[in-house]
């Protein structure tokens, strides 16, 4: 079975253009949660995405947006970038929402923003 | 709100000692826990995940954790460290019923041959 896969790798983008990057979920998966990973801050939760609807959100600014589609992919959407968004996004999945469902995750997308 | 924190930032040990990895929780209700290990430029894998079924959690990898209520913590070892075992270890907790995870800052494992 394919795991959680993450798409581009690596970016680099220039402070106030946007950025989309994508994950798509483990076959099966209908949960999707996006993380930001960064050295001061560590991992802190996005957003949570189950059956194309925000189940949960973290404490990020209104530019931090996503989407996920009817096949469970999803996309994260930031704009005005900032250098502070400069990054690891970590995306994860779950077969289903709600405690008992472990996630996992995928490499994760490197976003430098200069 | 729940949180998880790591004590130790980073822990040095040599080849074939014992590991041990500090995680203390905060939570109102039982909850879930986890550790993953992230290798670098990789994503987070699971190691071992807490669920009430058992005190005792055994992961992948040789590593275990234990489930102590009375001193909220959740300390991850492992009795024989391996060279491979070097990379960072989060201990996080899950809450709020859906898929939000709250990770510790993160422990980095050195091991020295």
């Known amino acids: 079975k394919a795991g959680v896969t993450q798409t581009p790798r690596y970016l680099i983008k220039t402070r106030g253009q946007q950025v989309t990057l994508s994950c798509s979920p483990i076959?099966?998966?209908?949960?999707v949660s996006w993380y930001q990973q960064t050295p001061g801050q560590g991992l802190q939760f996005l957003f949570e995405y189950f059956s194309e609807t925000q189940r949960n959100k973290g404490n990020f600014p209104g530019r931090f947006s996503g989407r996920q589609f009817s096949n469970s992919r999803s996309e994260m959407n930031v704009s005005t970038l900032e250098l502070g968004d400069s990054a690891l996004y970590l995306c994860?999945?779950?077969?289903?929402?709600?405690?008992?469902?472990?996630?996992?995750f995928g490499p994760g997308t490197r976003l430098t923003v200069t | 709100a729940q949180s998880v924190t790591q004590l130790g930032s980073h822990v040095s040990v040599s080849e074939g000692a014992l590991v041990l990895l500090r995680c203390n929780y905060s939570s109102s209700v039982p909850p879930y826990l986890f550790w993953y290990v992230q290798y670098p430029n990789q994503g987070l894998q699971l190691l071992l995940k807490?669920?009430?079924?058992?005190?005792l959690v055994k992961g992948i990898n040789g590593f275990e954790a234990e489930f102590k209520k009375s001193e909220t913590s959740f300390h991850l070892t492992k009795p024989s460290a391996h060279m491979s075992d070097a990379a960072e270890y989060f201990c996080?907790?899950?809450?709020?019923?859906?898929?939000?995870?709250?990770f510790g800052i993160g422990t980095k494992l050195q091991v020295i041959p």
């Open positions: 807490y669920t009430s079924a058992a005190t």
């Open positions: 076959s099966g998966h209908r949960s």
């Open positions: 994860a999945s779950s077969r289903e929402t709600g405690s008992r469902y472990e996630q996992y």
């Open positions: 996080a907790v899950l809450s709020g019923g859906y898929q939000k995870v709250t």
